[in-house]
Structure formats: C-alpha cells, structure tokens
C-alpha cells in the first residue's frame, strides 16, 4: 500500500469534509486537523510549505501532516486513527513518511515529530532505519509532554460573551508586522527566520499589547498547525495580567473566525498547567479509564525533535 498525497485545494477540502463529519465534528483529536488543512486552503500563509499525506491511499487512518522551508527543518504531525492505534499500520506508514522528507532530513538533519508517545517512539525508530543514519533527542530542545486543552462549543459561546477589561494602562491591538515584527522574532526562542515569524504574524491571528505610550509588552499568536502559541509578556509587564487577557482576547478572534481554539501546555509547566485546569473557558483532552469511567486519563501530545548525530 501506498500513501494518498492531498496536493489541490479541492483534495484538501474533500479530505477535511470526510474527517470533520457526523459525529467526528467536535472530536479534539481532530482540533489541529481542521484549523490546519483551513489555513492550508486559505492559501494566505506562504512561508512555509504543508504536505498532507494519508495512509492507507482509500480510507486512510493514518494522517501526516508535514511542515518545512528553506529555512525550517520538517516538522512532522501524526494524527493517529479516530478509534484508536492501528500499530500494523503506522509500521507500515511510517517508513513511507520518512522516505517522503528524506531529502529534508539530509538537508537540515533535524526533524520535529508531534504527537502522542507511540507515534513518536515508531517515528523514530524508521527515521534511522530508513536514512541509514543516527539521530538522537535534541540535547537543545527536549522532549515536551504537552495537555492539549481546548474549548468546547459552549465555552466558545462563553468566552464570546465574556466582557474582558484590559488591565489600566495597557491596550490591546493587532500586531504591526512592519514595527513589530523583528522585536518579537528576536524574543521568540523557537523563532527560525524573522521571515516566517512576519509571515506568521501577517495572515494568522495575532494579538499585542501596548503601553499608554505605544511601547509594545505582550503579544500572542498563532501556529501553523492552528494553535494559540507563544503567548508573550515582558518580563517589566508581568503581574498585571496580560497574559490572560492576551490569551483571551486571542481565543475570541479564533472563535469569530470559526476556527476550533486550542492550545499546547507543558506539563512541567505547573503554573500554567493547573491554572488553565481551574478555569471556566478550557476543556483538558482526556481518556476515561476503561474499569473506572470517573477517571480520566490526559492525552499527551509530545514535541520530541531529533537531531542527526
């Protein structure tokens, strides 16, 4: 068998219709999917490349959605089936998916795999079989388990609804690529060209708050895959509760644009983490436990990126 390339828009349309439908509309495994194979569609975001693969080539299970550039070594995102893993068929697929990019991995000899530990663990295991080199985690950039939180139709209603006050002496307003760009570029430490990061910027929601006296101390964005991301404050802003109200307000944008509103957040990041836990406006993906449906079971996503040795 053989992987099914999702190349036009149409193809990408037809595939987003069938994995959106019926029942599987709301599902959250589904949240980076649809937000995007919409921004893919939407053809505005040029400055990196995504590649939609499917596997098997009728009725895949298996999606693989791979973003690159000149300038970023691939990252590869696995959507695993609805109903649970397939592990014959990742086996099958995933030296497929590898043979697919190996010309960017001979090129940047990195790559970035998300998703939930087994995909990454397989992953892996083809990326050094099949490109007959030895890779390793980055000792840079580590592995991260991340929750996936999410908003479900009626907290985005709430959050709509919701009158946010933007904390005394600060305003909140779309980025200005052109002033700001290169300052929060420079910031970011994922950042891989100011290019991308403008580009980012420019045609996917983002917010930025700015002093009384025009200076920027916030900003927020979104990824490639769809996510809220990067949330930002200046460290002589913090405590005035920015962050929120950045995360909130970015939150709101996806939502009036119809777009699902999700975002990553580390578990080590205990803060963070157990904070967005309390609140009213985010739902954590979760398992129930087969014996004990009263408990639930995060589904971890892993941003696992390996480096050629």
Not at 61 to 86: C, D, I, M
Request: glycine fraction near 6%; charge should be negative; hydrophobic fraction near 35%.
């Amino acid at each position: 068998m053989t992987l099914r390339h999702y190349k036009t828009p149409e193809e990408l349309q037809e595939l987003l219709d069938s994995e959106i439908k019926g029942e599987k509309a709301e599902l959250p495994a589904n949240n980076f999917l649809e937000n995007s194979l919409r921004i893919a569609i939407a053809g505005e975001f040029t400055a990196t490349e995504l590649k939609v693969y499917g596997y098997p080539e009728v009725n895949p299970q298996y999606l693989f959605l791979v973003e690159y550039s000149k300038l970023q070594f691939p990252y590869l995102h696995v959507r695993a089936p609805l109903n649970g893993h397939k592990l014959d068929l990742l086996e099958e697929s995933a030296p497929l998916i590898i043979s697919k990019i190996a010309h960017l991995l001979a090129k940047h000899g990195k790559l970035l795999v998300v998703g939930d530990a087994e995909s990454c663990d397989i992953c892996y295991r083809h990326l050094c079989t099949v490109t007959g080199e030895k890779y390793q985690t980055s000792p840079v950039s580590p592995t991260c388990a991340c929750g996936m939180f999410y908003m479900t139709p009626s907290q985005k209603e709430a959050v709509l609804a919701e009158n946010f006050t933007v904390p005394e002496g600060f305003s909140l307003e779309p980025v200005d690529v052109d002033r700001d760009g290169e300052t929060i570029h420079r910031l970011w430490k994922n950042g891989i060209s100011a290019g991308i990061t403008k580009n980012r910027l420019r045609y996917l929601p983002s917010l930025c708050a700015r002093t009384t006296e025009g200076e920027i101390a916030g900003w927020v964005m979104a990824a490639r895959f769809g996510q809220i991301s990067n949330l930002f404050v200046m460290p002589e802003y913090r405590s005035h509760g920015l962050g929120k109200a950045l995360e909130i307000s970015e939150a709101k944008e996806f939502a009036r644009r119809g777009m699902r509103v999700f975002k990553y957040v580390e578990k080590s990041n205990t803060s963070v983490y157990e904070g967005t836990l309390r609140s009213p406006f985010w739902t954590l993906w979760t398992t129930e436990d087969e014996d004990n449906n009263e408990t639930k079971t995060p589904n971890l996503h892993y941003f696992r990126r390996y480096e050629r040795v």
